[in-house]
Protein backbone atom coordinates (compact mmCIF):
# COMPACT_ATOMS: atom_id res chain seq x y z
CA UNK A 1 0.00 0.00 0.00
CA UNK A 2 2.84 1.72 0.55
CA UNK A 3 5.15 1.54 -1.98
CA UNK A 4 5.25 -0.87 -5.26
CA UNK A 5 8.96 -2.59 -4.81
CA UNK A 6 10.02 -5.24 -7.35
CA UNK A 7 13.61 -7.60 -7.26
CA UNK A 8 15.03 -9.79 -9.19
CA UNK A 9 18.11 -12.18 -8.50
CA UNK A 10 20.22 -12.37 -11.79
CA UNK A 11 23.62 -15.05 -12.16
CA UNK A 12 25.55 -13.76 -15.87
CA UNK A 13 22.77 -11.80 -17.03
CA UNK A 14 20.32 -14.66 -16.39
CA UNK A 15 17.06 -13.91 -14.25
CA UNK A 16 16.46 -16.56 -11.73
CA UNK A 17 13.93 -15.48 -9.89
CA UNK A 18 11.36 -12.57 -9.49
CA UNK A 19 9.76 -11.02 -6.32
CA UNK A 20 7.44 -8.06 -5.72
CA UNK A 21 6.23 -6.81 -2.20
CA UNK A 22 3.02 -8.39 -0.94
CA UNK A 23 0.80 -10.32 1.15
CA UNK A 24 1.71 -14.36 1.23
CA UNK A 25 0.51 -16.47 -1.35
CA UNK A 26 -3.47 -17.20 -0.74
CA UNK A 27 -3.46 -14.61 1.78
CA UNK A 28 -5.99 -11.04 1.53
CA UNK A 29 -3.76 -8.07 1.00
CA UNK A 30 -3.59 -5.70 3.21
CA UNK A 31 -5.72 -3.21 1.18
CA UNK A 32 -8.65 -5.57 1.95
CA UNK A 33 -8.13 -5.97 5.34
CA UNK A 34 -6.35 -2.65 6.23
CA UNK A 35 -2.35 -2.19 7.02
CA UNK A 36 -1.36 -2.53 10.84
CA UNK A 37 1.22 0.05 9.68
CA UNK A 38 -1.28 3.01 9.23
CA UNK A 39 -3.31 2.12 12.13
CA UNK A 40 -0.10 2.64 14.24
CA UNK A 41 1.32 5.51 12.36
CA UNK A 42 4.65 3.68 11.94
CA UNK A 43 6.75 5.11 9.90
CA UNK A 44 8.28 4.26 6.69
CA UNK A 45 11.08 1.95 7.10
CA UNK A 46 10.74 1.16 10.96
CA UNK A 47 9.19 -2.17 12.58
CA UNK A 48 8.82 -4.07 9.26
CA UNK A 49 7.36 -7.12 11.34
CA UNK A 50 4.31 -5.52 12.21
CA UNK A 51 2.97 -5.80 8.18
CA UNK A 52 1.49 -8.99 7.23
CA UNK A 53 3.63 -8.45 3.40
CA UNK A 54 6.59 -9.65 2.22
CA UNK A 55 9.51 -7.53 1.10
CA UNK A 56 10.12 -8.14 -2.80
CA UNK A 57 13.57 -9.42 -1.94
CA UNK A 58 12.40 -11.62 0.52
CA UNK A 59 9.90 -13.14 -1.99
CA UNK A 60 12.87 -13.68 -4.14
CA UNK A 61 14.48 -15.72 -2.14
CA UNK A 62 11.90 -17.74 -1.07
CA UNK A 63 11.22 -18.29 -4.93
CA UNK A 64 14.39 -19.51 -4.72
CA UNK A 65 14.10 -21.78 -2.10
CA UNK A 66 10.76 -23.40 -3.33
CA UNK A 67 12.21 -23.85 -6.23
CA UNK A 68 15.53 -25.48 -5.72
CA UNK A 69 17.28 -22.51 -7.47
CA UNK A 70 21.04 -21.29 -6.07
CA UNK A 71 21.32 -18.02 -5.75
CA UNK A 72 24.78 -17.73 -4.00
CA UNK A 73 26.95 -15.30 -6.19
CA UNK A 74 23.88 -13.59 -7.23
CA UNK A 75 23.21 -9.92 -8.15
CA UNK A 76 20.13 -8.30 -6.77
CA UNK A 77 18.25 -5.73 -8.87
CA UNK A 78 15.47 -3.37 -6.83
CA UNK A 79 13.59 -0.98 -6.86
CA UNK A 80 14.55 0.07 -3.34
CA UNK A 81 17.39 -0.16 -1.39
CA UNK A 82 16.58 -3.31 0.80
CA UNK A 83 15.61 -2.96 4.24
CA UNK A 84 17.49 -4.37 7.56
CA UNK A 85 16.09 -7.79 7.43
CA UNK A 86 16.02 -8.29 3.87
CA UNK A 87 19.61 -7.37 3.90
CA UNK A 88 20.73 -9.97 6.49
CA UNK A 89 18.91 -12.52 4.32
CA UNK A 90 21.20 -11.35 1.50
CA UNK A 91 24.10 -11.56 3.01
CA UNK A 92 23.06 -14.85 4.32
CA UNK A 93 22.17 -16.22 0.82
CA UNK A 94 25.49 -15.36 -0.84
CA UNK A 95 24.16 -12.30 -2.68
CA UNK A 96 27.27 -10.67 -4.21
CA UNK A 97 26.03 -6.88 -5.35
CA UNK A 98 22.92 -4.70 -5.03
CA UNK A 99 22.15 -2.40 -7.55
CA UNK A 100 19.14 -0.11 -6.17
CA UNK A 101 17.11 2.66 -8.09
CA UNK A 102 16.02 4.77 -4.68
CA UNK A 103 17.14 4.81 -1.28
CA UNK A 104 15.21 3.59 2.21
CA UNK A 105 15.32 5.07 5.44
CA UNK A 106 16.46 2.47 7.57
CA UNK A 107 20.37 3.54 8.64
CA UNK A 108 20.95 -0.29 10.04
CA UNK A 109 20.23 -1.32 6.66
CA UNK A 110 23.30 0.50 5.68
CA UNK A 111 25.44 -0.30 8.31
CA UNK A 112 25.11 -3.71 8.03
CA UNK A 113 25.90 -3.34 4.02
CA UNK A 114 29.04 -1.34 4.98
CA UNK A 115 30.31 -3.97 6.87
CA UNK A 116 29.54 -6.81 4.34
CA UNK A 117 31.50 -7.58 1.47
CA UNK A 118 28.37 -6.96 -0.69
CA UNK A 119 29.05 -3.93 -3.31
CA UNK A 120 26.17 -1.75 -3.47
CA UNK A 121 25.36 0.22 -6.68
CA UNK A 122 22.65 3.21 -6.88
CA UNK A 123 21.76 2.71 -10.64
CA UNK A 124 21.59 6.24 -12.49
CA UNK A 125 19.65 6.32 -15.50
CA UNK A 126 21.69 7.33 -18.61
CA UNK A 127 25.28 5.86 -17.03
CA UNK A 128 26.60 2.53 -18.13
Given amino acids: MRR ?3 ALLVIDKRILT ?3 NGSPSGLKH ?4 GCWREKLKVPSGERA ?3 RGLHAEQNAIIQAAFHGVPIKGATLYSTNLPCSICVKMLINAGIEKIIYLEGYPDKLARQLLDESSIEV ?3 EEGKK
Fill in 49 to 51: ELC
Fill in 30 to 33: CDEV
Fill in 18 to 20: TGY
Fill in 121 to 123: IKF
Fill in 4 to 6: AVG
